[in-house]
Nanobody
Protein backbone atom coordinates (compact mmCIF):
# COMPACT_ATOMS: atom_id res chain seq x y z
CA UNK A 1 0.00 0.00 0.00
CA UNK A 2 1.15 3.56 -0.67
CA UNK A 3 0.04 6.93 0.64
CA UNK A 4 0.29 10.01 -1.55
CA UNK A 5 0.56 13.64 -0.46
CA UNK A 6 0.44 16.46 -3.00
CA UNK A 7 1.91 19.93 -2.50
CA UNK A 8 2.84 22.97 -4.50
CA UNK A 9 -0.54 24.30 -5.48
CA UNK A 10 -1.47 27.94 -5.17
CA UNK A 11 -2.59 31.08 -6.91
CA UNK A 12 -0.72 32.21 -10.01
CA UNK A 13 -1.37 34.67 -12.81
CA UNK A 14 -2.02 33.49 -16.33
CA UNK A 15 1.26 32.75 -18.08
CA UNK A 16 2.95 31.79 -14.84
CA UNK A 17 4.32 28.49 -13.61
CA UNK A 18 3.89 26.11 -10.72
CA UNK A 19 5.49 22.81 -9.82
CA UNK A 20 3.38 20.25 -8.05
CA UNK A 21 4.96 17.49 -6.01
CA UNK A 22 3.50 14.19 -4.90
CA UNK A 23 5.37 12.38 -2.16
CA UNK A 24 4.73 8.68 -1.74
CA UNK A 25 5.21 6.55 1.33
CA UNK A 26 6.69 3.08 1.21
CA UNK A 27 9.80 1.47 -0.19
CA UNK A 28 8.48 0.28 -3.54
CA UNK A 29 7.71 3.57 -5.27
CA UNK A 30 9.63 2.45 -8.33
CA UNK A 31 7.08 -0.34 -8.82
CA UNK A 32 4.25 2.14 -9.41
CA UNK A 33 3.06 3.86 -12.53
CA UNK A 34 2.04 7.40 -11.64
CA UNK A 35 -0.50 9.85 -12.95
CA UNK A 36 -1.87 13.33 -12.46
CA UNK A 37 -5.53 14.21 -12.78
CA UNK A 38 -7.52 17.35 -12.13
CA UNK A 39 -11.06 18.17 -11.21
CA UNK A 40 -13.16 21.28 -11.33
CA UNK A 41 -16.00 21.44 -8.85
CA UNK A 42 -19.11 19.90 -10.33
CA UNK A 43 -17.25 18.20 -13.16
CA UNK A 44 -15.65 14.82 -13.63
CA UNK A 45 -12.01 14.24 -12.85
CA UNK A 46 -9.91 14.42 -16.00
CA UNK A 47 -6.60 12.97 -17.03
CA UNK A 48 -3.60 15.29 -17.17
CA UNK A 49 -0.41 13.24 -17.43
CA UNK A 50 0.91 9.73 -16.81
CA UNK A 51 4.30 8.12 -16.47
CA UNK A 52 5.40 4.50 -16.42
CA UNK A 53 7.22 3.09 -13.42
CA UNK A 54 10.48 3.27 -15.34
CA UNK A 55 9.87 6.87 -16.35
CA UNK A 56 10.53 5.92 -19.92
CA UNK A 57 6.97 6.26 -21.21
CA UNK A 58 4.89 9.37 -20.75
CA UNK A 59 1.52 10.57 -21.98
CA UNK A 60 -0.26 13.91 -21.72
CA UNK A 61 -3.73 15.19 -22.27
CA UNK A 62 -3.92 17.27 -25.43
CA UNK A 63 -4.90 20.33 -23.39
CA UNK A 64 -1.57 20.38 -21.55
CA UNK A 65 0.90 19.08 -24.15
CA UNK A 66 3.84 21.38 -24.56
CA UNK A 67 3.06 23.21 -21.30
CA UNK A 68 3.15 20.54 -18.57
CA UNK A 69 5.92 18.06 -17.79
CA UNK A 70 5.64 15.00 -15.58
CA UNK A 71 8.75 13.57 -13.99
CA UNK A 72 9.71 11.32 -11.13
CA UNK A 73 12.58 10.85 -8.73
CA UNK A 74 12.45 7.29 -7.46
CA UNK A 75 15.19 7.97 -4.92
CA UNK A 76 12.94 10.60 -3.33
CA UNK A 77 9.68 8.69 -3.81
CA UNK A 78 8.27 11.73 -5.56
CA UNK A 79 6.52 12.53 -8.80
CA UNK A 80 6.33 16.07 -10.12
CA UNK A 81 4.16 18.06 -12.47
CA UNK A 82 5.84 21.15 -13.86
CA UNK A 83 3.16 23.48 -15.20
CA UNK A 84 4.18 26.36 -17.46
CA UNK A 85 2.20 28.92 -19.43
CA UNK A 86 -0.73 28.40 -17.14
CA UNK A 87 -4.19 29.40 -18.29
CA UNK A 88 -7.34 30.20 -16.30
CA UNK A 89 -8.85 26.97 -17.61
CA UNK A 90 -6.12 25.04 -15.78
CA UNK A 91 -7.76 26.04 -12.50
CA UNK A 92 -8.71 22.85 -10.65
CA UNK A 93 -7.82 20.56 -7.80
CA UNK A 94 -4.91 18.42 -8.92
CA UNK A 95 -4.56 14.83 -7.76
CA UNK A 96 -1.75 12.36 -8.10
CA UNK A 97 -2.45 8.66 -8.40
CA UNK A 98 -0.49 5.42 -8.25
CA UNK A 99 -0.90 1.93 -9.62
CA UNK A 100 1.48 -0.94 -9.05
CA UNK A 101 2.40 -2.39 -12.42
CA UNK A 102 4.48 -5.35 -13.53
CA UNK A 103 5.22 -3.89 -16.93
CA UNK A 104 7.87 -1.24 -16.47
CA UNK A 105 6.78 0.52 -19.63
CA UNK A 106 3.06 0.84 -18.97
CA UNK A 107 1.37 4.14 -18.27
CA UNK A 108 -2.28 4.57 -17.40
CA UNK A 109 -4.63 7.26 -18.61
CA UNK A 110 -7.85 6.06 -17.05
CA UNK A 111 -8.95 7.15 -13.62
CA UNK A 112 -10.39 3.74 -12.80
CA UNK A 113 -7.01 2.08 -13.40
CA UNK A 114 -5.40 3.67 -10.36
CA UNK A 115 -5.56 2.20 -6.87
CA UNK A 116 -4.18 5.01 -4.73
CA UNK A 117 -4.95 8.72 -4.68
CA UNK A 118 -3.72 11.78 -2.88
CA UNK A 119 -5.96 14.34 -1.25
CA UNK A 120 -5.43 16.94 -3.96
CA UNK A 121 -3.93 20.40 -4.14
CA UNK A 122 -5.72 23.49 -5.43
CA UNK A 123 -4.32 25.37 -8.41
CA UNK A 124 -5.93 28.70 -9.26
CA UNK A 125 -4.90 30.67 -12.33
CA UNK A 126 -6.11 34.24 -12.49
CA UNK A 127 -6.63 36.09 -15.75
Amino acid sequence: QVQLVESGGGLVQAGGSLRLSCAASGRTFSAYAMGWFRQVSGKEREFVAAMSRSGGNINYADSVKGRFTISRDNAKNTVYLQMNSLKPEDTAVYFCAAKRTFNSGSYLNAEYAYDYWGQGTQVTVSS
